[in-house]
């Protein structure tokens, strides 16, 4: 398994619902990071949070962390059609050189 | 727009050519990294350069050769590559101060093409 492992695989959902996509790790964790990637492009960084915080909140999104069980949660709120990505969580394995290390990600639909 | 950029954003080439791809940050970071993205594979990170150093070369067959010539350029050069190296290859950026955390700011992304 990969370090973060994001499940679902895909979540489909319609507008206005919510979406929970979660994601288990293996090793100690200094911070998990949270991407967003639109078909064919880049990804975005979305949220941090760090190994001592237990919730994060960024607009439509709210992060949770819980270390002793090794995951995180990535809600997003009142979902819409252009949330439609795949979400990907990293994290640093408890570097502090920069390296990330990312999982196969959630693919998000959201059907209007 | 994230601040980094690469070109071109699609090639196709034959096996027996060489080809490079470039990617360029204009965020004033001093690390950068290389990743392939292949269908249904988690991300796999091939190179890092920290300070124009290459720190990491996650075993990349040697058909991959990066170049680094200051902390905004960043190249991969491909030579004699196989079909199953077509894939999305992406480019990315971090700061590396203080220990961290580092966010890593992600160009479009060059999907190449080996026919």
């Known amino acids: 398994s990969q370090q973060g492992e994001e499940d679902p695989q895909a979540l489909s959902i319609q507008e206005g619902e919510n979406a929970t996509m979660n994601c288990s790790y293996k090793?100690?964790?200094?911070?998990l990071q949270w991407y967003r990637q639109n078909s064919g492009r880049g990804l975005v960084h979305l949220i941090l949070?760090?190994?001592?915080?237990r919730e994060k909140h960024s607009g439509r999104l709210r992060v949770t962390l819980d270390t002793s069980k090794k995951s995180s949660s990535l809600l997003i709120t009142a979902s819409r059609a252009a949330d439609t990505a795949s979400y990907f969580c990293?994290?640093?394995?408890?570097?502090?050189?920069?390296?990330?290390?990312f999982g196969r990600g959630t693919q998000l639909t959201v059907w209007p | 727009e994230t601040g980094v950029t690469q070109t071109p954003r699609h090639l196709v080439m034959g096996m027996t050519n060489k080809k490079s791809l470039k990617c360029e940050q204009h965020?004033?970071?001093?690390?950068m990294y290389w990743y392939k993205q292949s269908a249904k594979k988690p991300l796999e990170l091939m190179f890092v350069?920290?300070?124009?150093?290459?720190?990491e070369n996650n075993s990349v067959p040697s058909r991959f050769s990066p170049e680094c010539p200051n902390s905004s350029h960043l190249f991969l050069h491909l030579h004699t590559l196989q079909p199953e190296d077509s894939a999305l290859y992406l480019c990315?950026?971090?700061?590396?101060?203080?220990?961290?955390?580092?966010?890593?700011?992600f160009g479009p992304g060059t999907r190449l093409t080996v026919t």
């Open positions: 990315a950026s971090s700061p590396l101060t203080s220990g961290g955390p580092y966010e890593q700011y």
């Open positions: 949070i760090r190994s001592n915080e």
């Open positions: 350069y920290n300070f124009k150093e290459q720190t």
């Open positions: 090793t100690s964790i200094n911070n």
């Open positions: 965020l004033g970071h001093n690390a």
């Open positions: 990293a994290t640093d394995r408890g570097s502090t050189l920069g390296r990330l290390y």
